[in-house]
């Protein structure tokens, strides 16, 4: 598993400073649309509701009362919307940011325009066939507020980390740089007879908002989809009901303690995404 942004592997560490705070080349949200819809919405409410304070609500908003995660249903309209999580990649420029993509070797899969052909959103495969979506930097007034009975002071519901394993890490970091505007910090991986390094993807104002890996070492069969981990309140328990609910464990990381720190998972109908212990 990537996870390239934790020092030392500690995969239990969110790697966001702050996820809810708008900025060019900022995740704040992801979505995906699936078949099997109602199957699909209650594995996803049981995998996420656990612990007894669940950072998740049974209708998928966090425990802030906000919308992180869009579950869809694949109606026609969708159906060339790939089996991926989606991440939601803030830019400065929609339009500019989709030349870009295309020029680069990126694939367009939908293409969200006003009335006067102005781009508002796009959803695009990298190279690698991994899919994003790009949309306007978030105002402030446009941010979904908290219900007034949060505890913001809690652990909270959100994209903690998102991260991509490649074959070729290095061309994928560089589409990425071109199209969203991230800039590329090395992080070195291997042991002393293979040494490489993967990359942390980070905005204009200094904070990570991915990592980029290699599929080599301890990422070795990792699928190639951005792969969206999401922090929930008690995570056996959450692995447990991932089988339950006819879901698949893929692979497991555990501290030095033995503790469990993050599962990547398939949900139903063979989503992939990450649970980390909240």
């Not at 420029?93 to 939908?110: H, N, P, T």
């Not at 495969?125 to 991994?130: I, K, L, R, V, Y």
Request: hydrophobic letters at 40%.
């Amino acid at each position: 598993m990537c996870r390239v942004a934790v020092s030392a592997r500690n995969l239990s560490t969110p790697t966001m400073s702050d996820p809810f705070v708008p900025r060019a080349g900022g995740i704040l949200s992801a979505d995906i649309a699936v078949p099997e819809h109602e199957r699909e919405v209650r594995f996803y409410s049981r995998v996420l509701t656990t612990g007894e304070k669940p950072l998740w609500r049974e209708d998928l908003m966090n425990n802030r009362g906000m919308p992180i995660i869009g579950l869809g249903q694949r109606i026609p309209e969708y159906e060339g919307l790939p089996l991926q999580w989606m991440p939601h990649i803030q830019v400065e420029d929609v339009a500019a940011s989709a030349a870009r993509a295309l020029e680069l070797g990126g694939k367009e899969i939908m293409h969200g325009k006003d009335e006067s052909g102005a781009s508002l959103w796009a959803a695009f495969f990298d190279p690698s066939g991994a899919a994003f979506g790009i949309m306007p930097v978030v105002k402030p007034e446009q941010m979904t507020k908290p219900d007034a009975s949060s505890d913001l002071d809690a652990p909270v519901g959100c994209i903690a980390w998102v991260d991509l394993t490649v074959a070729d890490a290095s061309a994928i970091r560089d589409f990425y740089c071109k199209v969203v505007g991230w800039s590329a910090e090395d992080v070195a991986m291997g042991d002393p007879s293979d040494r490489y390094a993967d990359y942390n993807m980070v905005c204009g104002d200094g904070n990570a908002a991915a990592g980029i890996c290699h599929a080599r070492g301890v990422n070795v069969g990792v699928p190639a989809v951005w792969m969206h981990y999401l922090p929930v309140g008690d995570l056996e328990e959450s692995v447990r009901r991932v089988e339950d609910e006819g879901g698949e464990v893929v692979k497991t990381t555990s501290g030095s303690d033995g503790k469990l720190e993050v599962a990547v998972v398939k949900d139903p109908v063979g989503v992939c995404f990450a649970l980390a212990a909240g």
